[in-house]
């Protein structure tokens, strides 16, 4: 399955590895995942006009067929995106650490919320989810 992930941005770069450990937990159970961040910024390197980069991320967020919201943490870009996803059908799922708040209009659109501890628990997580 291709997923697109969608994660609170840092000018500094300073969640790279969680943005890397979570790809790679979703490529050992086989799938796909599209990272702005990764794919697109060429891990920070490369910058876009604000209209540039909704233009990427809506075409990026188009192209999957499900979204993953990483959500310890609150962004309005991650609303938007959110918001763009299920206004097009496209199936939400949110991963967040213990003791995340996470809003009720979240809840409302996601197919499922899943809490982890560590990182090693997102791996059960992405082999089981499905569409």
């Known amino acids: ?6 994660i609170k941005f840092y000018e500094d770069s300073s969640n790279t590895d969680l943005i ?26 490369k910058h876009f006009t604000p209209n540039e980069l909704m233009k990427i991320t809506f075409e990026a ?16 870009g991650l609303g938007i ?3 763009y996803a299920y206004s097009k059908n496209i199936p939400i799922f949110v991963i967040a650490k213990t003791n995340s708040d996470i809003s009720d209009t979240l809840k409302g659109i996601s197919k499922e919320i ?10 059960d997580f992405f082999s089981r989810i499905r569409i």
């Open 114 to 123: 899943f809490i982890y501890n560590n990182l090693n628990e997102l791996n």
């Open 61 to 76: 967020i188009n192209s999957c067929d499900a979204m993953v919201i990483e959500f310890s943490e609150k962004g309005v």
């Open 1 to 6: 399955m291709k997923l697109f992930l969608s």
């Open 81 to 83: 995106e959110a918001g």
């Open 20 to 45: 890397k450990n979570i790809i790679a937990s979703a490529k050992i159970s086989g799938n796909e995942m599209v990272s702005i961040f990764t794919d697109y910024e060429n891990n920070g390197e």
